[in-house]
């Protein structure tokens, strides 16, 4: 089975411009999540889609950022305006149902300058 | 407040010289710790769930174990390809699927 996929691997993009990350989870997998690691810090939740609908979404740090989830399937995480914080390393993963292991894609290393 | 903590930071082996890695937690209502391996570049790998003190679980040179207060992954003869990040996690609360992960301990296995 094709695993989790994410696109794209790196982008560099300058303060306050906007940035789409995109996830495309295991298929048939409902449960859909996002974290993130910034510079020098554990990796931390986002939030968590069950098929289309925000389970769970505490972990998002602002309103600048907004994920969304079309019709259960992929799944965009977009930022904007970006800020200088906001660079680290964005990893989706999904799961057929809660509690089972998570399956991460390679992630999307966003650098704002 | 650090929920989970892995030590040690950095790990650097012989081949065939065997060790272990701690994480410990202060989350209540353990439902289930995490063990992952990462790779540079790549996503976390899932290896092991355990879910109850005294449980154990193997795959191939791996051993994980988990106590009421910590986990320790036993890494048996290692091999060069052992090296990774392996990272624990467990979940945030014990109704929460979200997980909390550790810092993670870097292995290093030169031949």
């Known amino acids: 089975e094709a695993g989790v996929t994410q696109f794209p691997s790196h982008s560099v993009i300058e303060k306050g411009q906007t940035v789409t990350l995109r996830c495309d989870p295991i298929s048939g997998h409902d449960n859909l999540y996002w974290y993130r690691r910034v510079m020098g810090k554990e990796i931390k939740f986002l939030l968590h889609?069950?098929?289309?609908?925000?389970?769970?979404e505490s972990g998002m740090p602002n309103n600048r950022f907004l994920a969304e989830r079309t019709g259960g399937t992929y799944s965009t995480l977009k930022v904007q305006p970006a800020e200088l914080e906001d660079s680290g390393v964005y990893f989706c993963?999904?799961?057929?149902?809660?509690?089972?292991?998570?399956?991460f894609g390679n992630g999307t290393r966003l650098t704002v300058t | 407040e650090d929920q989970v903590t892995q030590s040690p930071e950095a790990l650097r082996l012989q081949e065939g010289e065997s060790s272990s890695l701690n994480c410990s937690y202060t989350?209540?209502?353990?439902?289930?710790l995490f063990w992952y391996r990462q790779d540079p570049g790549k996503g976390p790998e899932f290896l092991f769930t355990?879910?109850?003190a005294g449980e154990e679980k193997e795959k191939e040179r791996l051993k994980a174990t988990l106590t009421k207060k910590e986990s320790f992954l036993h890494i048996t003869a290692p091999k060069p390809e052992d090296s990774a990040t392996y990272l624990c996690a467990v979940p945030l609360h014990s109704n929460d699927y979200k997980l909390s992960f550790g810092a993670g301990t870097t292995v290093t296995v030169r031949a």
């Open positions: 989350v209540s209502g353990l439902r289930g």
């Open positions: 889609f069950v098929k289309e609908s925000k389970q769970d």
């Open positions: 993963a999904s799961s057929p149902y809660e509690w089972a292991p998570l399956h």
């Open positions: 355990l879910y109850s």
